[in-house]
């Protein structure tokens, strides 16, 4: 992810490069970004580079996570006195709707 003064430094930079003669794409190659790129971060109606929108994206849970109560059930298993210290455990299975194997 690029911070927004950095991207905001390179549209900058490009910008100022083609003003003075460069080609855009290869201002944009030296800057080390593609021309998708620049055009993505800057937004053609008001001109003003924009944030990453990555941080914002709505991530559904998938559909294979671990149900919290499953994921208490591993971490009950792994903090068992018989397990602490250990590097490997030789197996733990928690039956339900799904298997767990960690070998």
């Known amino acids: 992810m690029t911070a927004l003064n950095d991207r905001s430094a390179m549209i900058s930079l490009i910008d100022e490069a083609t003003v003075a003669g460069a080609r855009f794409c290869r201002a944009c190659q030296i800057a080390g970004i593609d021309r998708r790129t620049y055009r993505r971060w800057l937004d053609t109606k008001t001109g003003e580079v924009t944030a990453d929108k990555r941080p914002d994206a709505a991530r559904p849970i998938p559909t294979n996570a671990l149900k ?22 030789q197996g733990i299975r928690i039956t339900g709707q799904t298997d767990f194997n960690i070998n």
């Open 68 to 89: 919290p109560a499953e994921r208490q059930a591993i971490l009950d298993c792994c903090q068992q006195p018989q397990n602490h210290g250990t590097d490997r455990f």
